[in-house]
Structure formats: C-alpha cells, structure tokens
C-alpha cells in the first residue's frame, strides 16, 4: 500500500525558515518523481514544487523561486521542502504527492494526508 | 479561474446530472490531453476521479465523466447522490517545468 506522511509543519514567524519532511512508503520510491501541493485555508489547490527520480530535475512555482527548495533522499525512501523567508501568503496545508510521469500517468496519483504551515507573528 | 481564489460553487438536487468547468489556457488544458479531476473531502487529500481528460480510474462509478474543448475541461456528474458532496479541482499537465496547473475548483453541494 502506498504511504505518503508528511512531517515538519507548525507555527514560524514571518522571514522564518521550516523543513518539510515526507517518508514514502509502498512502492519503488527512485521510480517516481515527488511533488509537493499546498492548500491556503479555505482557498483551492496551488502546485509548488517537482524533483525527477533521481533528483536531476527541479521545479518551482514562480512565488517560491529562490526562497524554496526541494530535495530527495533515495536510500531514505523521502523528500523534502526547505522554505527559508516564509511570508504569511505560505500558510497553507503542505501535501506531499507522488508524480508518476515516468510511467506516462499524467496526474498525481497519490498524496499524502498533509502538513500545516502557519507563518504568523 | 485560478484555484488560488475560493472554489466557486455548484448545487445539484439528487439524481440530476451537474457539470462544473475550468477554463486555462493554451499552455495547459489547450495544450494537453491530461486534464485531471480530483475530489477532496473537507480534511482529507484530495484522489483522481478523472484522468487523461476522460479516463477513469478503478473504483470511480461511470457516473462521473470528463471532456474537453480548446481551453475548456469539464467534469459531469450524472445521477447525482448525497456523497458526491465535495470539492473537486480540474488540474492540468502544464509542460516540465510548470508540470500541474490547478486551473480551478467547485464545492458540490447536494440539495
């Protein structure tokens, strides 16, 4: 069974910094590119950020270049979101997501329950 | 309609038959055949019901369909029933580096 749970979510003060965790599980996690979705409270869904399989490839959400960064560790079966200069328009629940492009799946196929980032003072 | 703003909403009466749309551009749903639909319960992750426009996937009843004209997708909900109540994104393959744009949302709601 494919697990996606994210970690690291919680409370930062505006120009902070976090970093998201997500542990894969269920499946060859170097087969399938990860992605990461937010969701502001009560607003709609908003991609953010991509990394290829082997973590060759990155991509990014204009609001976030520059201050995100995404990253993967194969041998531990995860990757991660480090956002420095959190402004109070990143608060939103995290998803983490799996990308199955590679095997000509054009959609997200699973997605993890969520993290919360609160940027407040 | 981006899905950075509130979805928008749609009503339905059990049984009837909905349609909600999402509108991008030539970069996205104009450009690609892999428009995805996704349902997500208040809390919960959002899951596809539709993929590659009109394609769905196990466990998705036939009730629900998808199309697609220039710019245009569209989700049909036919036969309508009270757990249909959600909030669904239209979401587009956008290219490699911009590659899903959530291109806009409804909140179904069943009277």
């Known amino acids: 069974e494919v697990q996606l749970v994210e970690s690291g979510g919680g409370l930062v003060q505006p120009g902070g910094s976090l970093r998201l965790s997500c542990a894969a599980s269920?499946?060859?996690?170097?087969?399938?590119?990860m992605t990461w979705v937010r969701q502001a409270p009560g607003k709609g869904l908003e991609w953010v950020a991509n990394?290829?399989?082997?973590?060759?490839?990155?991509s990014y959400v204009d609001s976030v270049k520059g201050r995100f960064t995404i990253s993967r560790d194969n041998a531990k079966n995860s990757v991660y979101l480090q956002m420095n200069s959190l402004r109070a328009d990143d608060t939103a629940v995290y998803f983490c997501?799996?990308?199955?492009?590679?095997?000509?799946?054009?959609?997200?196929?699973?997605w993890g329950l969520g993290t919360l980032v609160t940027v407040s003072s | 309609q981006s899905t950075l703003t509130q979805p928008r909403s749609v009503s339905g009466s059990p049984g009837q038959s909905v349609t909600m749309s999402c509108t991008g551009t030539s970069s996205d749903v104009g450009g690609y055949k892999y428009v995805s639909w996704y349902r997500q319960d208040p809390g919960k992750a959002p899951k596809v019901i539709i993929y590659d426009v009109n394609k769905r996937p196990s466990g998705v009843p036939d009730r629900f369909s998808g199309s697609k004209s220039g710019n245009t997708a569209s989700l049909t909900i036919s036969g309508l029933q009270a757990d249909d109540e959600a909030d669904y994104y239209c979401c587009s393959y956008g290219g490699t580096y911009r590659p899903w744009v959530f291109v806009g949302g409804a909140k179904l709601t069943v009277l």
């Open positions: 990394i290829k399989q082997d973590g060759s490839e990155k």
């Open positions: 997501a799996r990308d199955p492009r590679l095997w000509a799946f054009y959609f997200i196929d699973y």
């Open positions: 269920g499946f060859r996690f170097n087969s399938y590119s």
